[in-house]
């Protein structure tokens, strides 16, 4: 079975508009069959966006799908955003959503971190749990590697997808702070040093 993270040009497409309001800012997104969340913007992205603080200096969107993580980020603060995800359809989608909510973004293929030349202040994801706990921890613990000092890496994971054990994981490498928890929901911020 494909999931989101995978490439499927023979998926037929359904593209769908969507609508969304996030802290009282209407977006409209484009999405399309084998995209992560089709149907509307999911709990989880909410309320990662809703605890995000202002942001300043460079921002990666690490798995960007549709593109909601880096267009809300751009569209509300000054800072530098380049998104990236694996999915060729994600980002043509992206691509298409950062010209619809007016932002300018760089969007850019990436197999995980492949393609990323550059280091960050924030690295921000809803990351692609399918992939599978060794794939995901690869992700977050490799984030280090592109995050500048004292850079954050900001995620949104479910307790039911093993948040506990995660930020025990997470406390190897960074210095760990979860933000809130909401409906099961946990944000986290994780401060490289």
Not at 50 to 62: H, Q, R, S
Not at 92 to 111: H, P, Y
Not at 134 to 146: H, R
Request: glycine fraction near 6%; aromatic fraction near 10%.
């Amino acid at each position: 079975m494909d999931h989101y993270f995978t490439n499927n040009p023979n998926l037929k497409s359904n593209i769908n508009e969507l609508k969304v309001r996030i802290k009282n800012q209407e977006y409209q997104f484009l999405t399309d069959n084998g995209v992560f969340s089709k149907k509307g913007l999911d709990f989880g992205t909410r309320t990662l966006l809703e605890n995000i603080p202002v942001l300043t200096g460079k921002v990666l969107d690490f798995g960007c799908g549709y593109g909601p993580i880096g267009i809300y980020i751009k569209k509300n603060n000054d800072c530098n955003v380049d998104m990236i995800d694996i999915n060729e359809r994600c980002l043509d989608l992206a691509r298409q959503n950062a010209i619809k909510n007016k932002v300018d973004v760089n969007i850019f293929k990436s197999d995980i971190y492949s393609e990323v030349n550059d280091n960050y202040d924030y690295i921000i994801t809803n990351p692609p749990i399918r992939v599978g706990k060794e794939m995901l921890y690869s992700i977050l613990m490799n984030a280090k590697n592109y995050l500048n000092i004292n850079g954050e890496l900001w995620l949104v994971i479910n307790k039911a997808q093993g948040a506990k054990s995660l930020v025990k994981d997470l406390e190897k490498v960074y210095e760990v702070e979860i933000i809130t928890k909401n409906k099961g929901f946990y944000i986290i911020r994780a401060i490289s040093n």
